[in-house]
């Protein structure tokens, strides 16, 4: 059973109830709309999937992809990934080498990872190592500065 509120109302549903009345609901939406939908909830599945939270993080992101060089901007952000806007086109599972600023940060990380989602919006890219351990192995160099410690990356 689960609650539903309809007119301000509050009355018991079950399962069964709700999954009809859901389908009843996207048959009388349009085509964009279902498609709306359907993103929306595949994004919350997604979301439950993650084993560390994503932020909302714009920065610029240099990768390389087959020994092609790509500039570009990252949409979001965790510890074992990010979201890269872009139209071009790549294969899933393509490794890639990434540089970029961390949140917090004055200096840039290099890590590598792999191409795990594409969607019309960009790619998705799950690091090889999480940052927080990668933070851990590396020492301080020119290309690697890091002025914050692996706890507040995300902060």
């Not at 994004?43 to 932020?55: A, G, N, Q, T, V």
């Not at 990872?113 to 160099?141: C, H, M, N």
């Not at 020119?142 to 706890?151: C, H």
Request: glycine residues 6%; without cysteine.
């Amino acid at each position: 059973m689960t609650q539903s509120r309809t007119g301000g109302k509050s009355k018991k549903m079950t399962v069964s109830a709700a999954t009809s009345r859901l389908i009843s609901l996207i048959l009388k939406m349009s085509p964009s709309e279902i498609l709306e939908i359907l993103k929306t909830v595949e994004e919350k599945e997604l979301e439950k999937k993650r084993k560390s939270p994503r932020i909302n993080y714009f920065m610029e992101v240099n990768y390389v992809v087959d020994d092609r060089a790509f500039s570009g901007y990252i949409n979001n952000i965790s510890t074992e990934g990010v979201f890269i806007e872009t139209a071009e086109i790549f294969q899933l599972n393509s490794n890639i080498t990434l540089t970029f600023a961390l949140p917090n940060s004055q200096g840039h990380i290099r890590v590598a990872g792999k191409i795990v989602r594409i969607t019309s919006e960009g790619i998705g890219i799950a690091f090889d190592l999480d940052i927080q351990t990668l933070l851990e192995k590396q020492k301080p160099d020119a290309d690697l500065t890091v002025n914050t410690a692996p706890k507040s990356l995300l902060s």
